[in-house]
């Protein structure tokens, strides 16, 4: 059973008021092959082609600071230029934006970036200077960034993961921490280097550092529990494996019934029934493997410790053990089935990895990490990315916030 429901999707519309008109006309008569004329129209039926127009050429602003004489006491005063222009002849934050833009979301190097300049804009760039206007603009977009992780501290329902990259030739850790409105990308110092100081309940994959954070409600991934008895079932045909499978797809779909009719929470029959359930098949689990023989212990190999067990012991053992937190999206219908959220926020650095391989500085793996989050928490504020790439970032922070507050004050009301 799917843990999301699809997405709907969109379909071209004809627009009001197209940007150009072809008219076409018939020519003769289809009876009698007689002339027709434009005038001879009475009406007409219509057809749209959405296309491309041509990218604009270069667009040059010309600042001009202008010094005038003071009647008062003849002193000169030169006007002062705007903030954001300091240089004889510089490129705007809109082609900044750009640039930062393609890097970051497609995964575009630097050599093929100046070539899409070149080839679209007439513009000729060299990749050294792209690379400085990316990394200005990921500094100038890190009081957003650090904006966004403090929102989440307070978020109710937060989802964490990690991943692993390549940094001047050591693996570093990449961490995301987002929700559904919000995502906050980091480097960290290892991968042990989780967030601290969170509150609320934080979705995550039974990684231990994440079950040691204290002051959380912990709500583990079912999709990851779904996949691990689906091996199960598949390699070693364990009965209780089917029975676990089934009860969580169940239980799945008793909170969609539930979210569907506007229920704060499923009924008390059926979470009793749900959890005896549950109950059941790691009793059935564990009993069926205490029943097997011990697993060979390798001989010589100098470990000392408890004989090994079998995977499917194991997990059993490990569901047992962390059943409120397997079971939270059950008893409590604003939390999530699965860490969806934050798997799909990290997607995009594992294409960058594949595709451009790794980074050759930490400070450039710093740079992308505050891309990523502007671009992630654009899209999931449905705001126009590029826009949000070229805007102040104090404008930026303050739109951010009214956004926030606003959802909060939904939420409560």
């Known amino acids: 059973m799917c843990a999301t429901k699809p997405h709907k ?83 705007s934050d809109e082609i900044a934006a750009l640039a930062a833009y393609l890097q970051t979301q497609h995964c575009i190097p630097e050599d093929r970036l100046a070539r899409i300049f ?52 050591k693996t570093r850790w990449l961490h995301m921490l987002c929700s559904t409105s919000l995502s906050h990308l980091r480097l960290g110092t290892g991968r042990g280097d989780i967030p601290s100081g969170l509150a609320g309940t934080i979705i995550h994959d039974c990684w231990p550092p994440y079950l040691a954070l204290e002051a959380v409600e912990h709500g583990l991934c079912n999709a990851h529990l779904l996949r691990e008895l689906q091996a199960i079932i598949d390699h070693d045909k364990e009965p209780w494996a089917a029975d676990m499978k089934d009860l969580l797809s169940d239980a799945l779909t008793l909170t969609q019934i539930a979210h569907d009719q506007g229920k704060p929470a499923v009924s008390p029959e059926q979470a009793h029934q749900i959890h005896q359930r ?57 939390v999530p089935f699965t860490n969806n959220e934050a798997e799909r926020d990290l997607r995009m650095t594992k294409v960058r990895q594949k595709v451009s391989g790794s980074f050759r500085t930490e400070t450039g793996a710093e740079n992308y990490c505050i891309l990523r989050t502007v671009v992630e928490t654009a899209r999931k504020q449905s705001w126009d990315v590029l826009r949000a790439l070229s805007t102040s970032p104090v404008q930026l922070v303050h739109e951010l916030n009214t956004l926030h507050q606003i959802q909060l004050d939904s939420v409560a009301g």
């Open 118 to 169: 070149s080839d679209l804009y007439k513009i000729r760039i060299a990749p050294a200077t792209l690379a400085s206007l990316i990394a200005k603009k990921a500094d100038s977009l890190r009081i957003f960034a650090d904006r966004v992780r403090e929102l989440l501290s307070g978020v109710a329902v937060k989802h964490l993961d990690e991943t692993g990259f390549r940094i001047a030739g």
């Open 278 to 334: 549950f109950d059941a098949c790691c009793d059935q689990a564990i009993k069926f493997h205490e029943g097997l023989p011990p697993l060979a212990r390798p001989t010589k190999t100098g470990k000392r410790g408890r004989p090994k067990r079998r995977t499917g012991h194991n997990l059993a053992r490990r569901m047992q053990t962390h059943k409120a937190a397997i079971l939270l999206f059950f008893d409590d219908l604003n």
């Open 9 to 91: 999707g969109t379909t071209l519309k004809q627009v009001a008021t197209p940007d150009a008109l072809v008219h076409h006309y018939p020519h003769q008569c289809t009876r009698c092959s007689a002339t027709l004329s434009p005038e001879a129209a009475t009406g007409f039926a219509v057809r749209q082609v959405f296309g491309l127009a041509p990218p604009p050429p270069l667009f040059i602003t010309e600042h001009r600071a202008h010094t005038c004489l003071c009647r008062a006491c003849g002193t000169l005063v030169r006007a002062d230029f705007p903030e954001t222009v300091k240089a004889p002849a510089q490129y």
